[in-house]
């Protein structure tokens, strides 16, 4: 699988998009998607929230688990993507595009976002 | 210690597959080839091949063999024609279930041979079990877990997809049952049984012609839509038609009569003596069953979109009433489902107010009976 090298990424494996006016969108890589397993319920932070870098702020459920979503960057939830709502294996079938999860407003960022060749690196260690 | 985890004979072929691989009983099996949903459909819409060489086999022969079974084993095992399988059970003195077991009668009347299947977790002390009960009889029991390979194939197109490899009489043999014959060249005991709620077969071969095997099934069943399932779907396939696991609806705390299957605990017994290990302790917990009815196990439909997980309290009028033992979305109910152990007066299909707590939550779920899904015959 290839990472996008145009997108940045955590460790908690979320992609983070450029920012246009201060927004990125933000997503799980395919690799995250692949140890999931098949997505069946997401819950995504809400418009208005306040999300921090690291911490949770929503779940993806897969046949058998739940996990913490994690917020790549600190800011304020200005979208949930309502497609993923509603049909979660949208995340499986394209993570980096219609899978996309919230659009966040970043208020701050952590200095350990990680490059697209960084993060191959990170998952194939 | 050596913790590296067995590998079946089918291995490489799991890896050009490109499987997700899990740590199973010490076993690595494939847990996934691509979408475990996908194989679960296309179980029940067409068949799935699986590899299900981690189950253990033991054999148990000799002129004893059927008084020995019937004392170590609950049920009664000297009822079961030559060819015919049983599900039954192995139980602690103080009743506790140990294992939940297959029985295949192998032998022609002069000769008793039985192969009995354990569960992987707990095949080696299944083994040690029997091996100790058998001091007194005049019986030889063997640990065939090396001597076999298992493939599954299962689903509607399992017959057919079988028929172009075999001259076995697969229109005669009958649900839990099992015949010796050859399968694409193959010696296999070719059996109709399996842990899917749908019709298809086990086959019991030697390992060195596992990957002959699976090569041949895959030709004659990739056309009608056959794919590799894994272990993941396997569960739900089973969730979904109310078949226990052990581990999770059965375990050591509980009497067969506490899990709902004191059916397979057979008092009388064929053979020359009606005794057998764990006897007085199942008569009590039959008793018991009568006057105080245990917790009863049933079936959970979700009416949203969170999934029980095993463990999570059932909860009714803000009080724990029971607990999920088995939950995942059911691919074919569209919908999360569980199995729990409820107390008896939540217990009825139908019951209003029960919900499972699900990490805070208290979640609405249907009481139902089980199987979620039966396959129309």
């Known amino acids: 699988m290839s990472n996008p090298q145009q997108l940045r990424y955590s460790k908690e494996h979320e992609w983070l998009s450029a920012t246009e006016d201060g927004v990125a969108t933000v997503g799980i890589t395919e690799h995250a998607a692949n140890a999931l397993g098949d997505v069946v319920f997401a819950q995504l932070p809400e ?8 911490e949770s702020c929503g779940e993806l459920e897969s046949t058998k688990s739940v996990s913490d979503l994690y917020a790549p960057v600190t800011g304020e939830i200005v979208a949930a993507n309502q497609d993923v709502v509603d049909d979660p294996s949208l995340v499986n079938s394209a993570p980096f595009e219609g899978g996309w999860l919230f659009k966040v407003r970043i208020d701050g960022e952590p200095d350990d976002l990680l490059s697209a060749d960084e993060y191959t690196a990170f998952t194939a260690g | 210690m050596s913790t590296a985890p067995r590998l079946t004979a089918l291995d490489a072929v799991h890896r050009a597959l490109g499987a997700t691989m899990t740590d199973f009983a010490g076993w690595d099996m494939p847990l996934r080839y ?103 009889f005049d019986v030889e029991v063997r640990d065939d877990r090396e001597a076999y390979a298992l493939l599954a194939v299962q689903g509607p197109e399992s017959p057919g997809i079988l028929k172009s490899l075999t001259d076995a009489d697969l229109d005669g043999l009958k649900y839990y049952a099992g015949l010796p014959g050859t399968v694409a060249g193959v010696a296999a005991l070719i059996a109709r049984t399996g842990y899917t709620g749908e019709d298809g077969f086990e086959l019991f071969v030697s390992p060195g012609d596992a990957e002959k095997l699976w090569g041949a099934l895959m030709e004659a069943g990739t056309p009608v839509g056959m ?104 691919p074919t109910l569209g919908k999360p489902i569980a199995m729990a152990y409820v107390d008896a007066e939540h217990a009825t299909p139908g019951t209003e107010g029960v919900g499972v707590d699900i990490r805070g939550t208290h979640e609405p779920y249907e009481v139902v009976a089980l199987p979620f899904y039966k396959r129309q015959k």
């Open chain 1, 47 to 54: 418009v208005g929230d306040t999300v921090t870098a690291g």
């Open chain 2, 227 to 330: 794919v590799p399932a894994g272990l993941s779907c396997r569960d739900t396939l089973r969730l979904e038609a109310g078949m226990p696991l052990y581990g999770h609806e059965l375990t050591a705390g509980l009497t067969p009569f506490d899990a709902g299957l004191g059916r397979v605990v057979k008092f009388e017994k064929t053979s020359h003596s009606d005794s057998f290990l764990g006897r007085a302790a199942l008569a009590a917990a039959a008793e018991r069953a009568e006057t105080a009815p245990p917790r009863k196990l049933v079936g959970l439909i979700a009416e949203g979109r969170r999934v029980p997980r095993a463990g999570f309290p059932v909860v009714a009028d803000g009080k724990v009433i029971g607990e999920v033992t088995s939950g995942a979305p059911s």
């Open chain 2, 34 to 136: 691509a979408s475990e949903r996908d194989e679960h459909n296309a179980v029940r819409t067409k068949a799935g091949l699986f590899d299900l060489s981690h189950m253990g086999e033991i054999t148990v022969s000799g002129p004893e063999a059927v008084d020995f079974l019937n004392f170590a084993l609950v049920g009664n095992i000297g009822s079961i024609g030559v060819g015919r399988a049983r599900y039954t059970m192995i139980v602690a003195e103080d009743g506790g279930i140990l294992d939940d077991l297959i029985v295949y009668r192998l032998g022609e009347p002069d000769a008793p041979e039985y192969m009995v299947v354990a569960n992987a977790s707990n095949a080696q002390n299944v083994l040690n079990e029997l091996s100790n009960r058998a001091e007194e």
